[in-house]
């Protein structure tokens, strides 16, 4: 196990004596994705910014002093090795929850699974080639060791998953969409993370990565529906009040897959 792991988890521990963990873990990865999402996403930046005041006034000093170094280690973490930082953290903390089916799928099985479907990058490229870009849909994303895994194995053929890929991630546990978030934008994948139900379609919360806003994903994704109208449907027919809902050009979708 990777030592930064082992790091992330001991700061994240040094406060199980003050605070729960549980609760602790989840404010934790809220608050840093907040923070990355409020530097570009300017639509929900003030509803953002009051939640994430009102989290850190629940914590000593001593705490949230231990935040931005969990978050400077997970860049690292992932800047060393790209792989499931977060998920692992979650594990060896044993704060997932197996009664209610909750498992995080280790990082190597999300690796061979995404190296059997992308193989040579042939079907990737041919994507690319007529539609620029290539879409991943995930309704079950957990921490986002899949996606990863699958950004990963398109780098490996020699294809730029930071240019030519866009994931639509769903989770219905906020702190799995949270940790999601975090590792896609710390690793530049264009994505936009929902945090809904993808058997009822009901939607709570939309996070668009740096890589989507900063990439101009949302016109790409909507002209990209205009030219299949046919073939592109809603994330999700229940949206958040004054969030948009993205369409997602379902036509030629790269993956779409659950994990297990």
């Known amino acids: ?6 790091t992330i988890a ?3 521990e040094a406060a199980r004596y003050r605070h729960d963990l549980y609760t602790t873990f989840s404010d934790c990865m809220e608050a840093m994705a907040i923070s990355m999402a409020n530097a570009v996403d300017l639509t929900q930046r003030e509803e953002r910014e009051a939640r994430y005041l009102k989290i850190v006034g629940r914590y000593d000093r001593q705490t949230i002093d231990t935040w931005p170094q969990i978050l400077a280690e997970v860049a690292l973490a992932l800047e060393e090795s790209p792989t499931d930082i977060l998920g692992a953290v979650f594990g060896m903390l ?9 498992f995080f799928t280790p990082f190597e099985v999300c690796r061979l699974m995404a190296g059997v479907l992308i193989g040579n990058g042939g ?3 041919g994507i690319i080639e007529q539609s620029g870009f290539v879409t991943v849909q995930e309704p079950a994303c957990g921490a986002g060791a899949m996606v990863i895994a699958l950004a990963e194995a398109l780098r490996d053929t020699g294809i730029n998953y930071q240019q030519h890929m866009h994931v639509t991630a769903i989770d219905v546990d906020p702190r799995a969409a949270h940790m999601a978030f975090v590792q896609f934008s710390l690793l ?3 994505a936009t993370v929902i945090v809904g139900n993808s058997l009822t379609l009901e939607t709570r919360e939309y ?3 740096p890589a989507h806003i900063l990439g101009g994903w949302s016109r790409k994704l ?6 299949a109208p046919e073939a592109s449907v ?9 969030v948009p809902t993205q369409p997602v050009p379902a036509e030629r979708p790269l993956l779409q897959l659950s994990l297990f």
Do not use: C, Y
């Open 207 to 209: 996070w668009f990565t």
């Open 94 to 102: 044993e704060l997932h929850n197996a009664d209610r089916g909750q």
């Open 123 to 125: 079907d990737a490229r």
């Open 188 to 190: 530049h994948i264009p």
């Open 222 to 227: 909507a002209a990209s529906a205009a030219a």
């Open 10 to 12: 001991k700061l994240l």
């Open 1 to 6: 196990m990777s030592a930064r792991i082992r």
């Open 234 to 242: 809603p994330v999700a027919p229940v949206a958040t009040p004054g």
